[in-house]
C-alpha cells in the first residue's frame, strides 16, 4: 500500500535520496527543506512525479516554522522522517568552529528540531486511520548518529555527538510516550554516507543509505519501538 511520508532536510544528501527512493516505489511524498526556491533537485522530481511530491518550506530550529510546515499539510501521514541535521565543527575542545553560534544551531536543528517536528506532525500520524486499517503503523523515524553512542564514544565533534545522542533519547521518550496511540518511533544510523556532511571519501552511498532505511522503516512494529539501530538493522549501544 502507497504510504505518506514526510521527510526534513529533503532538499541534498540522505533526504534527497529517500525522497527519491520513496517516490519511485509509489509513496506519496511530502518533501520539506528551508529554502524550496532553490531545491533545484526536488523541482526535477516534482517534474517526473507530479501530484506524488508537495515540497514545503521547513525550518527545523523554528517551532513556528515547523507548525506553519503542519498546517499547510491537510493530508494524513504514515511516516514522519526527521532527517534535518547539522555538524558544524568536527574538532575538538579548541577547535574554534565551536563558537556560540555554531553550538546553538546545532542544538537547536539537532534536538529541538526533531521534536518540533515530531510534535507539529503528531495530528497528521494519528490521523492515518484508513492506513492503520491496511496494517501500516503510524511511525516517526529520527535520524541520528552512531557518533551519538555514550559507549561509542570518541575525540571528535563533541557538540555533535552530544546532540545525537539527544536525538536518540527524545526518539527513546517519544516511543514511550506514544504507545498507547499506536505509533511506533525509532532511531537509526544512516551509515558513513557520501553527502556533503560525510564527505566524498565516505563508505556509502546515499542511495545505498537511503534504500536501506526506508526497509528498516518498513519494519519497524509496534514491539520494536524505541529501536537503536544502524541502516542494516544492527543494534546500537546508546
Ligand atoms: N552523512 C553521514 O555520514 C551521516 C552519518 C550519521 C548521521 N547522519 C545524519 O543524517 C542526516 C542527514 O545528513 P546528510 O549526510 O544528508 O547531511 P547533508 O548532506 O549535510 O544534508 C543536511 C540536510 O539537513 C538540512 N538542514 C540542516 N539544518 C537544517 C535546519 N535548521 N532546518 C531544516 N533543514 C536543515 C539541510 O538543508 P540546507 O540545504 O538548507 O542546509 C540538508 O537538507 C543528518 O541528521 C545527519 O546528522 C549523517
Known sequence: MTQRILITGANRGIGLEMTRRALARGDVVSAACRTPDKAAALDELAAAHGDALTIIGLEARSEASVQAAAAALAAPLDLVVANAGTMNARGGLTDPGHTEENIADSLMTNIAGVFFTARHFLAHLKAGAEARAAGIIPRIAVISSQMGSSERAGTTAPIYRATKAAATNLARSMALELADDGIAVGAWHPGWVQ???????????????????????DALTMATSGVFETYEGEPLPF
Open 195 to 217: 553527502t556533503d556532511m560525510g564527505g566524498a571519501g565516505a563508505a556509502i552511498t546515499a542511495e545505498v543509505s537511503a534504500a536501506a532505511l526506508l526497509q528498516r522503516f
